[in-house]
């Protein structure tokens, strides 16, 4: 038994480690190549567009091509114009994201919870989610005026429901019996919380986070038309208003590129927190 136990030991190890392999992939040789594949799509397209402008087959006017939306950029860039505005818009959003991830993580940890608090505020809260953002804006006028406080606020509103609900729903469906587990080895609420909660809810969290502050960036457009005089939502309002359509795609093009930037750089700082988990990653 024991030779047998010997022998088969290595061969265990080797169909573990084949199996860990298989469930999270090969190891990426060339990260810098898939980097730059998603790079692919956008600019063929910006190529096509570019050529058909140039060779007559389209108009450029009302949809300019790639080399006029650069050029726009680079104007508004060595102004310090554009910098200007992406700070202005950026610190809008990171505020507005701040307050409502906080009152949505406590709002959501709270219904998830308590059953009556569930079904005193779920109903309310899901028929506010339903409201358009920009049906918002004459009651945040208002009440704070076409200053700060309500561009924050707008942003905070559309950040806090899909934050809401990812809480909710992660909580509510954490496994019971994993809980009960905990239980029976008697663990403390702050032990239950920290060693099997937070770790069931946190994947669920992380995405939910990101969702909110997708929606952020999209609110902050609806913030700055609120009679803004800086940023990239005042330039969209100032292109349209004297005719360019080029300062504003260059505005879409800045706000995807910040957008993106800022989705890669929660995504990366909750990583660490998410290397236990086991989950599927697909092949290629």
């Given at each position: 038994m024991m030779a047998m136990t010997a022998i088969e030991t290595p061969h265990l190890a080797e169909a573990t480690s084949s199996a860990t392999s298989a469930r999270h992939g090969p190891i990426p040789r060339h990260a810098s190549g898939r980097f730059l594949l998603g790079f692919v799509l956008p600019v063929a397209l910006a190529i096509t567009w570019e050529v058909a402008v140039r060779f007559g087959w389209a108009q450029g006017r009302l949809m300019p091509p790639p080399s006029r939306i650069l050029t726009a950029l680079y104007n508004l860039a060595i102004t310090g114009e554009l910098f200007h505005h992406i700070f202005v818009t950026t610190a809008r959003v990171a505020a507005g994201f701040a307050l409502g991830a906080l009152a949505a993580t406590i709002v959501g940890a709270l219904a998830g919870a308590f059953r009556i608090a569930r079904e005193m505020a779920d109903p309310m809260l899901q028929g506010l989610r339903a409201v358009p953002s920009i049906a918002w804006v004459p009651l945040f006028i208002l009440w704070f005026g076409i200053f700060e406080q309500s561009k924050i606020t707008l942003i905070a509103v559309g950040c806090f429901f899909p934050i809401y609900l990812g809480v909710l729903g992660a909580i509510l469906s954490v496994d019971r019996k994993t809980v009960e587990v905990g239980r029976i080895f008697r663990l403390s609420i702050f032990s239950l919380i920290w060693r099997i909660l937070l770790p069931a809810i946190l994947p669920t969290y992380v995405v939910s986070l990101r969702a909110g502050l997708?929606?952020?960036?999209?609110?902050?457009?609806?913030?700055?038309?609120?009679?803004?005089?800086?940023?990239?939502g005042y330039l969209l309002v100032d292109g349209q208003q004297l005719g360019k359509p080029d300062q504003i795609l260059a505005s879409i093009l800045a706000f995807a590129i910040l957008g993106k930037v800022s989705d890669g750089l929660l995504a990366a700082a909750a990583a660490p927190f998410l290397t236990w988990q086991d989950a599927f990653a697909p092949r290629g």
């Amino acid at each position: 038994m024991m030779a047998m136990t010997a022998i088969e030991t290595p061969h265990l190890a080797e169909a573990t480690s084949s199996a860990t392999s298989a469930r999270h992939g090969p190891i990426p040789r060339h990260a810098s190549g898939r980097f730059l594949l998603g790079f692919v799509l956008p600019v063929a397209l910006a190529i096509t567009w570019e050529v058909a402008v140039r060779f007559g087959w389209a108009q450029g006017r009302l949809m300019p091509p790639p080399s006029r939306i650069l050029t726009a950029l680079y104007n508004l860039a060595i102004t310090g114009e554009l910098f200007h505005h992406i700070f202005v818009t950026t610190a809008r959003v990171a505020a507005g994201f701040a307050l409502g991830a906080l009152a949505a993580t406590i709002v959501g940890a709270l219904a998830g919870a308590f059953r009556i608090a569930r079904e005193m505020a779920d109903p309310m809260l899901q028929g506010l989610r339903a409201v358009p953002s920009i049906a918002w804006v004459p009651l945040f006028i208002l009440w704070f005026g076409i200053f700060e406080q309500s561009k924050i606020t707008l942003i905070a509103v559309g950040c806090f429901f899909p934050i809401y609900l990812g809480v909710l729903g992660a909580i509510l469906s954490v496994d019971r019996k994993t809980v009960e587990v905990g239980r029976i080895f008697r663990l403390s609420i702050f032990s239950l919380i920290w060693r099997i909660l937070l770790p069931a809810i946190l994947p669920t969290y992380v995405v939910s986070l990101r969702a909110g502050l997708g929606l952020g960036w999209m609110f902050v457009v609806a913030a700055e038309f609120m009679g803004a005089s800086e940023g990239l939502g005042y330039l969209l309002v100032d292109g349209q208003q004297l005719g360019k359509p080029d300062q504003i795609l260059a505005s879409i093009l800045a706000f995807a590129i910040l957008g993106k930037v800022s989705d890669g750089l929660l995504a990366a700082a909750a990583a660490p927190f998410l290397t236990w988990q086991d989950a599927f990653a697909p092949r290629g």
